[in-house]
């Protein structure tokens, strides 16, 4: 019988769990190409979204891209009222893995950069969400990963062993900030290589 390595697993959300992309939204609202990637390049950027999932209210992102901005006014509100045309759905894969770690009765978690806001319209979209044993968001934080105070969070919240979590993010960066604070942690890949993962780490998952 294989040694259990791990007692926990934490879930990255966008990109793990959610499939999510500013370009599901964009492509019906900016047919052009290079045109809306300019959009999301130079005006709705990466780093002004991450702005609210470092915890800014999108009312606020909104107005003061939009004053910035007004020729963009209605592609810049769609960011947030037309949010959720931008998760497609669940990586069924992995939803799968986590609904069977749920049935072995492994705690799950969630440490994720996300609007607080969002995370409400999320979890009742996807209820699949709303079922971990502790979640760190982080907008309710105020801080983001790959900074080391929200995995810090996490752990003294939930009074957790770092060496015995098993964490999985899909950018590397976090991979490895995870890893500085102890984590055992994986790039993810899909949802049969996580499985392995964990089946690796002494988690009883089909095969």
Do not use: C
């Not at 769990?17 to 370009?23: I, V, Y």
């Not at 609210?52 to 009312?59: E, F, H, I, S, Y």
């Not at 950069?113 to 934080?141: C, H, M, R, Y």
């Not at 995870?178 to 009883?204: H, K, S, Y």
């Amino acid at each position: 019988m294989t040694e259990q390595k791990v007692d926990q697993v934490v879930f990255d959300i966008g990109g793990v769990l959610l499939d999510w992309s500013p370009d599901y939204l964009y492509e019906e609202l900016i047919p052009d190409q290079e045109q809306r990637e300019h959009f999301l390049t130079k005006i709705a950027t990466p780093v002004w979204n991450q702005q609210q999932d470092a915890g800014r209210p999108w009312a606020e992102a909104v107005a003061e891209l939009t004053s910035l901005h007004p020729e963009h006014a209605e592609w810049i509100e769609a960011y947030d009222t037309g949010w959720l045309k931008m998760a497609k759905g669940l990586f069924e894969d992995t939803a799968a893995v986590l609904s069977e770690l749920r049935e072995l009765g492994v705690p799950t978690y969630a440490l994720t950069n996300f609007s607080e806001e969002k995370w409400a319209v999320a979890q009742e979209t996807f209820p699949i969400l709303a079922g971990f044993d502790g979640e760190v968001v982080s907008g309710t934080e105020r801080t983001v990963k790959p900074g080391e105070k929200i995995f810090r969070i996490l752990l003294e919240r939930y009074d957790l062993d770092p060496a015995r979590s098993f964490y999985m993010d899909d950018k590397q960066y976090n991979v490895d900030a995870a890893r500085a604070v102890g984590f055992e942690a994986e790039l993810f890949v899909d949802g049969q290589t996580l499985r392995n993962q964990l089946r690796d780490r002494g988690i009883n998952l089909r095969p």
